[in-house]
């Protein structure tokens, strides 16, 4: 188990230990191309990267993540950041968006669909969604979009450059040159996250890095804790329980439609069929 110690975390050092997670995966879609990615599963490993990835200690499926994206409008000569965390205990993954005061937590029970509860933090409430709720979201082919951001079919659209580190730090550097964009990824081996993530386009270059990195999983599970002694509703009795403030408050702001027909985001689009987080 790492306690203390610094994980090298693309240009700086991921402190564990502290508390904070991720979530990019539209911005990924959007940028590789989703068209290009096949749907057979390639495994890329080598001898040196299961050796490595064997001599470390820390698990991945009890880990949290912190990230910080930056949007570069080189036109403009504008900067502006987010902030998305990772949360992994065993078949359950949350993204937090801090900045959106939610949390959309995933769980993959079995072969079975994925289910759905998203926590809002400020109210101290949850919405569950069921399978046949979110449509295509619950399909479990779909479960390594949540757990590790970058799946294995997507990261074999870009090319190795070069592999450092060893143990817990082995990590491979990902590139794809095209015309209109480039694309560096740096992906953590025995880990199975992305560490830094890298798209310059004409006029816009965006940034997600790895800040922080969290192995104790007693602070873990106080994540999942925290959330799991909210106040839950389940989605198909939102329509009996309109008077109730906190449902009528995600009406309003557009999480939800009225009779509970569709799940929005609070600017009032559909989430089916888009990509999220937007």
């Known amino acids: 188990m790492m306690t203390d110690t610094a994980l090298h975390v693309a240009s700086g050092k991921v402190k564990a230990g502290n508390v904070v997670f991720p979530a990019f995966l539209s911005f990924v879609y959007r940028l590789i191309g989703v068209g ?27 880990i949290g993540v ?24 065993g078949d359950r993954v949350m993204h937090v968006y801090p900045d959106r005061g939610l949390a959309e937590q995933w769980e ?29 979201r619950s399909d479990p082919r779909r479960w390594a979009e949540k757990w590790q951001l970058v799946p294995d079919n997507m990261r074999q659209t870009l090319q190795l450059r070069t592999t450092s580190g060893t ?39 965006e940034i997600w890095e790895a800040r922080e990195i969290v192995t104790d999983p007693q602070k873990v599970r106080q994540v999942f804790d925290r959330r799991t002694a909210y106040k839950t509703t389940d989605f198909i009795d939102i329509g009996d329980n309109e ?16 009779g509970a027909s569709g799940f929005y985001d609070a600017d009032g689009h ?9």
């Open 108 to 136: 993959h029970p079995g072969k079975g669909a994925l289910h759905l509860t998203v926590w809002f933090d400020e109210d101290l409430q949850g919405i569950e969604y069921m399978p046949e709720d979110i449509g295509s």
């Open 270 to 278: 559909a989430l089916e069929g888009r990509g999220h987080p937007h």
């Open 167 to 205: 143990g817990c730090e082995l990590t491979r550097k990902l590139v794809k040159d095209a015309p209109d964009r480039q694309v560096s990824l740096e992906w953590n081996v025995p880990l199975q996250l992305p560490t830094r993530y890298t798209v310059r386009t004409k006029g816009r270059v």
């Open 36 to 62: 290009a990615v096949s749907i057979l599963l390639v495994m890329i490993t080598v001898p040196i990267a299961v050796q490595a990835a064997e001599s470390c200690d820390t698990s991945r499926g009890q």
């Open 243 to 258: 008077s109730d403030p906190f449902l009528r408050k995600m009406i309003n702001l557009g999480f939800v439609s009225h």
């Open 66 to 89: 912190r990230y910080e994206q930056q949007i570069h409008d080189l036109d403009a000569g504008t900067t502006t950041g987010h902030v998305m965390e990772l949360w992994r205990d």
